[in-house]
């Protein structure tokens, strides 16, 4: 049968429109179509600057470097993330350490943050950065962590890589009212995409000036910021180690036209929830918590396999539901328990929650194109792997 992906890109004619305009105009990067999807993504989400990046992995190190995370430093995350959420601090020279999830939300956890905190202070290592990861699309709790940040005195970068266009209260994620800096992902799995493409947003003018500095090599032709005198209309002065981590206007032109249909994913993808929600009921799995503070954007649905009742191993099921055709997927190996980071000294058993969810873990299909009928085939599919 016709593989059911886990994951896929919605690309409509207006979408294609948008970049052929673009590649019919005399900008290709860098141009008039980047400054406008960064005016219309602060505008959906209520935040004062965005500044438009390759990626989301690059908006997070670009993050970091304006917060002025390095050698010396340190970055708390959740292991339950992409491996980018730890990495951006290793491009600075920081060092990392993580935060164990809530078992119910998958998502960084309050009460153990606040724990860790207190006993950070004590031992005198407190984080220079938190960055709580809106895993799946579901916000973390931000006002609870934004208050621990001013008792502790640590920065706050939102890792919202999954939750374009998710909402904290009436709010948009993206807004700012809780962190220094939010940073999402345009890759063709998220929400919204530009092929490949980030963007940063705060509300603090100068993090955004030195956040476009760093964007762009480190180069100004500012007279204000130079040293010394312009030579002429022709001048630049690099002022900072900065990279190159520009967006290009084919990625913004398409970016703008996948925008004005945020509104329409959303409400596919949280009616495409509602239904895995009602259909798995009486399965040997947990589904999903509801939680009224916030609106998640969906990036994913993962269920919980109750694996002391199945006959079958998670992986015996995985391997079931990709021979019948429906990919499923697993989000994510905690970072912690990667090579890399066990060759820092991070050991299994270290982040309890986090490995227990790993465990048990499994993506299901979900996309905004995803049918009804399909969405019956990975529910049917699903109950008879796990028989």
């Not at 980047?34 to 004062?48: I, K, N, Y």
């Not at 970091?64 to 339950?80: I, Q, R």
Request: aromatic share 8%; net charge neutral; hydrophobic share 40%.
């Amino acid at each position: 049968m016709r593989p059911i992906p886990y994951a896929r890109q919605s690309v409509a004619q207006a979408d294609i429109d948008a970049v052929v305009g673009v590649l019919r105009s005399d900008w290709l990067t860098q141009g008039p179509a980047v400054e406008r999807f960064e005016d219309e993504v602060a505008q959906s989400c209520g935040a004062e600057h965005a500044i438009a990046v390759s990626n989301g992995t690059a908006g997070l190190h670009l993050a970091c470097l304006a917060l002025g995370l390095g050698p010396g430093d340190l970055l708390w995350t959740s292991s339950n993330t992409f491996v980018a959420s730890a990495n951006c601090a290793r491009y600075c020279g920081a060092e990392v350490d993580f935060v164990d999830i809530d078992p119910r939300t998958y998502n960084l956890s309050v009460e153990a943050l606040a724990w860790k905190l207190e006993q950070a202070r004590r031992a005198g290592r407190l984080p220079k950065i938190v960055v709580p990861v809106h895993f799946g699309g579901r916000p973390c709790d931000m006002p609870a962590i934004a208050k621990l940040a001013e008792e502790y005195g640590f920065r706050v970068l939102e890792d919202a890589s999954h939750a374009v266009g998710a909402e904290i209260g009436h709010a948009r994620v993206g807004a700012g009212t809780h962190s220094d800096i939010t940073v999402f992902s345009f890759h063709p799995v998220k929400i919204v995409t530009t092929g490949e493409g980030g963007m940063l947003l705060t509300r603090d003018s100068g993090l955004a000036s030195r956040l476009r500095l760093l964007r762009t090599h480190g180069i100004t032709r500012a007279a204000e910021q130079m040293e010394g005198k312009s030579e002429g209309p022709w001048y630049y002065q690099q002022i900072a180690l900065g990279c190159n981590y520009r967006m290009t206007d084919l990625q913004a032109a398409l970016g703008s036209s996948q925008l004005r249909r945020l509104d329409q994913f959303l409400a596919r993808r949280r009616a495409l929830a509602a239904r895995y929600h009602s259909t798995l009921q009486g399965l040997p799995l947990s589904t999903p918590v509801a939680d009224d503070s916030t609106s998640s954007s969906w990036h994913l649905y993962v269920v919980q396999l109750d694996l002391e009742s199945l006959r079958r191993s998670r992986r015996e099921i995985f391997e079931r539901m990709r021979e019948a055709g429906v990919q499923v997927n697993v989000h994510y190996i905690p970072v912690h328990l990667h090579p890399y980071y066990r060759n820092l000294g991070f050991r299994k058993g270290a982040y309890p929650a986090c490995e227990r969810y790993y465990e048990r873990a499994m993506s299901l299909p979900m996309f905004f194109e995803l049918s009804d009928a399909d969405q019956d085939r990975v529910c049917t599919t699903l109950r008879e792997s796990l028989h």
